[in-house]
T-cell receptor
């Protein structure tokens, strides 16, 4: 079974500072990895995804993530955060039960950007 | 283009009642998945439907059921509501049902069971 671990439940950071949100996964099959962002009282918005190819993936809003197979990690980074980046961030791995596509999510990391 | 839409946005029910949540996928998408997000946790997979057939079921009791209609919209039904069913219910659609497919989420229905 797939699983995702987000070790940091909260990450405070000052505006314009860099940030890294950590994600580790376990999977016995081919890995498809996703980062979603959830703003207060909203649904989930896709930030970026890794399906294959280059291990460095660029997403929206200046975010990027690096797939590291040996360390089973998919950490999310941004070189300079903005107040508007304050949100909950979820890492997810895709599974294929019965030929479908089920996302298994981590518990989320609350990013709080302060002035 | 319209994204995934869900109705209602908010709902208050009492224990033992039944609830029906609705979801319309992005135009052209044939797969719909349902997730339950309890406050402070990540979403948990409930069901996936593709071309009106169930393609996956999460670890939820039989009180939870779903179906997909010919226009690819979907309903999630929950019977005999419990306090623990209070959560944000998210619907996601994807073009197909493969593991590489990106799922696009709706805004969710917030259910409160009293």
């Amino acid at each position: 079974a797939q699983s995702v671990t987000q070790l940091d439940s909260q990450v405070p950071v000052f505006e314009e500072a860099p940030v890294e949100l950590r994600c580790n996964y376990s999977s016995s099959v081919s890995v498809y990895l996703f980062w979603y962002v959830q703003y207060p009282n909203q649904g989930l918005q896709l930030l970026l995804k890794y399906l294959s190819g280059s291990t460095l993936v660029k997403g929206i809003n200046g975010f990027e993530a690096e797939f590291n197979k040996s360390q089973t990690s998919f950490h999310l980074r941004k070189p300079s955060v903005h107040i508007s980046d304050t949100a909950e961030y979820f890492c997810a791995v895709s599974d294929r039960p019965g030929g479908g596509n089920k996302l298994t999510f981590g518990t989320g990391t609350q990013l709080k950007v302060e002035l | 283009d319209a994204g995934v839409t869900q109705s209602p946005t908010h709902l208050i029910k009492t224990r033992g009642q039944h609830v029906t949540l609705r979801c319309s996928p992005i135009s052209g998408h044939k797969s719909v998945s349902w997730y339950q997000q309890v406050l402070g946790q990540g979403p948990q997979f409930i069901f996936q439907y593709y071309e009106k057939e169930e393609r996956g079921r999460g670890n939820f009791p039989d009180r939870f059921s779903a179906r997909q209609f010919p226009n690819y919209s979907s309903e999630l039904n929950v019977n005999a509501l419990l306090l623990g069913d209070s959560a944000l219910y998210l619907c996601a659609s994807s073009l197909l049902a493969g593991g590489r497919e990106t799922q696009y989420f709706g805004p969710g229905t917030r259910l409160l069971v009293l």
